[in-house]
């Protein structure tokens, strides 16, 4: 029989656990689930500095400090060899995603809408960057990036808050950001292209690097309505009737596929990455794909 003061111990630990549990957001409990199924530790950075952590071997060059040089290897040889270690210091992630009307848009109740599909794989996004020793934080949070769980806290927390539920914001405002940091925009990119261009443009002026993901419902994509349909805006736009939706596919579809190719050229020229990602898939699809990016990035 177990004592009484052992099983007295182990109820007040599940107790402090189950409230610890209660107080995480299930945004956050998702995003972790979601990034787990993605990458299990951390990503190679495989850049020349500081760290601890053997590279390889290199000729030494006029200007390497002495105390570069590995004398056991340069013994085996004539020349003179430095060794070089990998880089591992932490490197900061902007993440940001759009939080206007438009994203509260799905075509139909069995679907997330965009919005709670941009909030996990941000999150998600930023749970894997943690796990490899990055410092995340979100952009135009007014908040300092940080690393380790309180900094998934704080963001779930941020995330979650009623209070930044809304932004009339379709884009992120600009904002002074350390060279060479990387920035995630999430959202359904549906603004104009010249205004996305000077959103980039700014960013990629200070040496950003990036990556675009649009969240797009799958109605969005393929237009499937029949007959007479009224479309009602988000954002303050007026109601539009269509006689007939059929009448309209192709010219509608071919200027999402302009608006597509467009974002992929404007990526493309930022030296950034543009992907897109339908709500009615799964979200590992997305967040691997993102994953992957940075990863390359960080090379």
């Known amino acids: 029989m177990a004592s009484p003061t052992l099983g007295a111990t182990t109820l007040r630990a599940q107790q402090r656990a189950e409230g610890l549990a209660a107080t995480l957001p299930p945004l956050l409990v998702a995003a972790e689930r979601v990034a787990s199924t993605v990458a299990q530790?951390?990503?190679?950075?495989?850049?020349?500095?500081?760290?601890?952590?053997?590279?390889?071997?290199?000729?030494?060059?006029?200007?390497?400090?002495?105390?570069?040089?590995?004398?056991?290897?340069?013994?085996?040889?004539?020349?003179?060899?430095?060794?070089?270690?990998?880089?591992?210091?932490?490197?900061?992630?902007?993440?940001?995603?759009?939080?206007?009307?438009?994203?509260?848009?799905r075509s139909v109740n069995g679907l997330p809408t965009k919005r709670e599909r941009a909030d996990l794989l941000?999150?998600?996004t930023a749970v894997l960057l943690v796990r490899g020793g990055e410092r995340v934080g979100l952009l135009n949070s007014g908040q300092r990036p940080d690393h380790g769980k309180f900094a998934l806290n704080r963001m779930a927390g941020q995330m979650t808050d009623p209070r930044n539920a809304h932004s009339p914001d379709a884009l992120p405002q600009p904002e002074p950001l350390p060279r060479h940091a990387q920035v995630v925009l999430v959202g359904d990119l549906l603004s104009p292209l010249p205004e996305i261009h000077a959103t980039v443009s700014a960013l990629t002026g200070r040496g950003v690097r990036g990556q675009l993901l649009q969240i797009l419902d799958p109605a969005e994509e393929t237009l499937p309505y029949e007959g007479r349909v009224e479309f009602e805006g988000f954002e303050g736009e007026e109601e539009l009737l269509v006689p007939r939706v059929e009448a309209v596919r192709e010219t509608y579809l071919e200027r999402l596929r302009a608006h597509q190719d467009g974002l992929d050229a404007l990526a493309r020229t930022a030296g950034w990455t543009y992907a897109v990602h339908r709500t009615d898939r799964p979200p590992q699809t997305a967040l691997l794909g993102l994953w992957g990016a940075l990863a390359r990035e960080a090379v």
């Open 122 to 124: 941000t999150l998600a």
């Open 41 to 105: 530790g951390v990503h190679g950075r495989r850049r020349v500095g500081l760290g601890e952590t053997f590279w390889q071997f290199r000729r030494y060059q006029p200007g390497d400090s002495p105390q570069m040089i590995d004398w056991r290897q340069s013994g085996k040889t004539q020349p003179v060899y430095v060794r070089e270690n990998e880089w591992e210091a932490a490197q900061t992630v902007w993440l940001w995603r759009d939080r206007s009307p438009s994203m509260d848009y």
